[in-house]
């Protein structure tokens, strides 16, 4: 880790011990070895600046930082910004502090996620997807509560949000889990296939979601996971066989499961020649 990395963890770790930190001299030192600008954000320190707050008291005044950095919008620092590291960091912290956290600090958590989610910055959505699998590594079925509670009305960012969060390995080796995964994927993927009408972006966003996260759970419950794959293979919706045949693209699926996959490649081959022929 760089020095200025071990510095704005030196500091929070000083805050945490009650030695007097310097509030200022934290957001600085996160901001500057954010990595920011550029395409990949420090993850590292982030994570590690996260893990800190995995417990149930926080020292004198760290949940407020924590709920001020979460405020911080796209107009005080936009993508890219520096600072934008700071609410990415809080997001995260957040999921991590969930599990040990009072119901009214959950419902702020909860409501800070929802923020994130919906943020026209990409980072900001990805925070959100990190803290809600921390929430999930704590314990899903808290996970599961909040993801049943926003699931109805979900819009695309949000339903981008929750099926990212679920494509996580660690949170799929529980059966029951993968296919609580696959289940909701499977509603989003109806759901999109009956409402034509969507805004370009964030449908993308859910889009490009999807075409990966079928692909993580499949792997960890492949009865299921190809057998909702063909599923949706029969569809005549040419983006949700794009979708489809993206994720039977994933090395995770293709180098372990490969008759599956041609099985299904070979459905939506079946399913295009049956349209093609019904419209002639």
């Not at 009650?18 to 200022?24: F, L, Q, S, V, Y």
């Not at 008291?57 to 949940?63: I, K, S, T, Y």
């Not at 040990?100 to 923020?115: G, L, N, Q, S, V």
């Not at 499977?186 to 990966?212: C, D, N, Q």
Request: aromatic letters at 8%.
């Amino acid at each position: 880790m760089s020095g200025q990395a071990y510095a704005a963890l030196a500091e929070l770790e000083r805050w945490i011990n009650g030695g007097g930190a310097d509030r200022k001299r934290l957001e600085d030192n996160l901001a500057a070895d954010s990595r920011l600008p550029g395409s990949r954000a420090n993850l590292e320190l982030a994570e590690k600046f996260a893990r800190h707050f995995a417990g149930r008291e926080l020292a004198g005044g760290l949940w407020e930082l924590l709920a001020e950095w979460g405020e911080i919008s796209d107009e005080t620092a936009g993508t890219g910004n520096p600072r934008e590291f700071l609410p990415f960091c809080a997001v995260w912290a957040m999921g991590e502090h969930y599990g040990y956290a009072a119901a009214e600090r959950r419902e702020r958590i909860a409501d800070a996620f929802k923020r994130a989610m919906n943020d026209s910055r990409w980072r900001m959505r990805e925070a959100a997807a990190m803290g809600l699998q921390s929430v999930g590594e704590h314990d899903f079925g808290l996970l599961r509560i909040l993801l049943e509670q926003w699931r109805r009305g979900a819009n695309e960012l949000e339903q981008r949000a929750f099926v990212a969060a679920l494509a996580h390995p660690p949170l799929l080796k529980a059966k029951d889990n993968a296919r609580y995964a696959l289940v909701l994927a499977g509603e989003i993927m109806e759901e999109l296939a009956v409402l034509p009408e969507r805004e370009p972006e964030p449908f993308r966003v859910l889009s490009k979601g999807l075409e990966y996260a079928l692909s993580v759970f499949a792997a960890a419950e492949p009865e299921e996971g190809f057998a909702l794959l063909e599923r949706f293979a029969g569809m005549s919706d040419l983006r949700i066989i794009r979708i489809v045949k993206a994720n039977l693209g994933k090395s995770r699926l293709t180098c372990k499961y490969g008759s599956q996959v041609e099985a299904v490649l070979a459905a939506v081959d079946n399913n295009s020649k049956g349209n093609y022929d019904s419209s002639n």
